[in-house]
């Protein structure tokens, strides 16, 4: 079993910089096994979508509405993953989920809100 606890998210002005953060915990097999991670986000009465995802082999994929402004990276550990957030837009307010994908399945995190003002 794996488990993702994200930390990060918070209230900005339009403009601003957040960075959030995914760690994943449990078992080093389970863990090892991991072979992408991402964050995705839903707004209030809107679907829940891809925002950033960033495979073991290093390769990364962006909503094209956060490209140039996002970038998702891993930790040293390799159990971390963080996502960078400059120019955030009134729009990029969701709750941001993170989420690993291994042959066991799919895990999410609680969720960490962002709100962005104008």
């Known amino acids: 079993q794996v488990q993702l606890v994200e930390s990060g998210g918070g209230l900005v002005q339009a403009g601003g910089s957040l960075r959030l953060s995914c760690a994943a915990s449990?078992?080093?097999?389970?863990?090892?096994?991991?072979?992408?991670m991402g964050w995705y986000r839903q707004a209030p009465g809107k679907q829940r979508e891809l925002v950033a995802a960033?495979?073991?082999?290093?390769?990364?994929n962006y909503a094209d509405s956060v490209k140039g402004r996002f970038t998702i990276s891993r930790g040293n550990a390799k159990n971390t993953v963080y996502m960078q957030m400059n120019s955030l837009k009134p729009e990029d307010t969701a709750v941001y989920y993170c989420?690993?994908?291994?042959?066991?399945?799919?895990?999410w995190g609680q969720g960490t809100q962002v709100t962005v003002s104008s």
């Open positions: 989420n690993a994908e291994s042959p066991y399945g799919s895990t």
């Open positions: 449990g078992s080093i097999g389970r863990i090892i096994s991991i072979n992408a």
């Open positions: 960033l495979t073991s082999g290093g390769s990364t």
